[in-house]
């Protein structure tokens, strides 16, 4: 059996996007994982394909697991990477969207396999998402990092650029594999705070979200994770204040990140036609736009 397990064929696609992310190492408070289930949930994502898992991992490592099915069979989970694909009406782009857990083995062949896909549906960009642990305050806007192939796909002003060298993830492996193949590839990450890393956190969700918005091109009606993003700072903010210790070390935090913060010249806030063009586009994609207008 090929690594690449087709279920369907999702013909039509539109110049589409590969979004990647995976559990586990690469997604702390879960936020890469939920912000492309998020994507897929408001676009109506099908699944089409999955990969192997006997090929990419180690089930001492990454174990299955068992539920009970009526209440009396039981029925093995396995660790699988699945492919979905999502329809974006009046956007320049549809979606194809990969998460699972991170694979534990093979990782050349999985980018294969990857690369594989993208050559089936003609993808033409990939972006890879993470998430990792950092010193930034719950309370600030979430800082994203990341780098891409090409400096035209992303605005240098709204993505700090990474400089890290160490050990990586499948997102890096993926990211690298991409590039070198030629194909548009984007690295995403956002920074969660290390001191409420085990809470999901829906604040790096909706700003990776976001910022998957701009780089793809679609309009997206996240008022529910905006919802849950006012929630958790809410919640946060109240465990944080019943510590003295832990509030003094947020309050340091929050110095260090208004420190570093730019001020805004008059040229870096967007205009009043900036503002509505975007608007415009997201009730396009809606199909809101007004009937009528001003003569």
């Given at each position: 059996?090929?690594?690449?397990?087709?279920?369907?064929?999702?013909?039509?696609?539109?110049?589409?996007?590969?979004?990647?992310s995976f559990s586990g190492w690469n997604d702390a408070g879960e936020a890469a994982s939920s912000a492309l289930r998020f994507l897929g949930?408001?676009?109506?994502?099908?699944?089409?394909?999955?990969?192997?898992?006997?090929?990419?991992?180690?089930?001492?490592?990454?174990?299955?697991?068992?539920?009970?099915?009526?209440?009396?069979?039981?029925?093995?989970?396995?660790?699988?990477?699945?492919?979905?694909?999502?329809?974006?009406?009046?956007?320049?782009?549809?979606?194809?969207?990969?998460?699972?857990?991170?694979?534990?083995?093979?990782?050349?062949?999985?980018?294969?396999?990857?690369?594989?896909?993208?050559?089936?549906?003609?993808?033409?960009?990939?972006?890879?998402?993470?998430?990792?642990?950092?010193?930034?305050?719950?309370?600030?806007?979430?800082?994203?990092?990341?780098?891409?192939?090409?400096?035209?796909?992303?605005?240098?002003?709204?993505?700090?650029?990474?400089?890290?060298?160490?050990?990586?993830?499948?997102?890096?492996?993926?990211?690298?594999?991409?590039?070198?193949?030629?194909?548009?590839?984007v690295s995403l990450w956002a920074s969660v705070p290390h001191y409420v890393a085990a809470a999901p956190n829906p604040k790096a969700s909706?700003?990776?979200?976001?910022?998957?918005?701009?780089?793809?091109?679609?309009?997206?009606?996240?008022?529910?994770?905006?919802?849950?993003?006012?929630?958790?700072?809410?919640?946060?903010?109240?465990?944080?204040?019943?510590?003295?210790?832990?509030?003094?070390?947020?309050?340091?935090?929050?110095?260090?990140?208004?420190?570093?913060?730019?001020?805004?010249?008059?040229?870096?806030?967007?205009?009043?036609?900036?503002?509505?063009?975007?608007?415009?586009?997201?009730?396009?994609?809606?199909?809101?736009?007004?009937?009528?207008?001003?003569?």
């Amino acid at each position: 059996m090929p690594p690449l397990i087709w279920e369907s064929r999702p013909d039509g696609l539109r110049a589409p996007a590969l979004l990647c992310s995976f559990s586990g190492w690469n997604d702390a408070g879960e936020a890469a994982s939920s912000a492309l289930r998020f994507l897929g949930s408001q676009f109506g994502a099908t699944r089409f394909a999955k990969l192997d898992p006997d090929e990419f991992f180690d089930f001492q490592e990454t174990r299955p697991t068992i539920r009970l099915v009526d209440g009396r069979t039981r029925e093995v989970e396995w660790p699988t990477v699945e492919i979905w694909a999502a329809r974006v009406p009046r956007a320049p782009r549809d979606l194809i969207i990969v998460s699972g857990p991170e694979p534990s083995m093979r990782w050349r062949g999985f980018c294969s396999s990857l690369l594989e896909l993208s050559e089936a549906l003609g993808v033409q960009m990939s972006i890879t998402v993470g998430a990792l642990l950092a010193d930034v305050p719950h309370t600030r806007p979430v800082p994203l990092v990341g780098l891409a192939s090409d400096d035209s796909l992303i605005d240098p002003a709204s993505l700090s650029p990474t400089s890290y060298e160490g050990p990586t993830g499948i997102t890096g492996v993926v990211y690298s594999a991409f590039q070198d193949a030629g194909i548009p590839s984007v690295s995403l990450w956002a920074s969660v705070p290390h001191y409420v890393a085990a809470a999901p956190n829906p604040k790096a969700s909706l700003a990776l979200v976001r910022k998957i918005e701009s780089l793809v091109g679609i309009a997206v009606d996240a008022s529910e994770l905006e919802r849950a993003a006012l929630d958790y700072e809410r919640r946060v903010s109240a465990a944080v204040s019943g510590d003295d210790g832990v509030r003094r070390f947020v309050e340091r935090l929050e110095q260090a990140a208004d420190a570093e913060l730019p001020e805004l010249d008059e040229e870096d806030v967007p205009s009043g036609d900036v503002i509505a063009r975007d608007f415009q586009r997201f009730l396009n994609q809606r199909g809101d736009t007004p009937s009528g207008g001003a003569g």
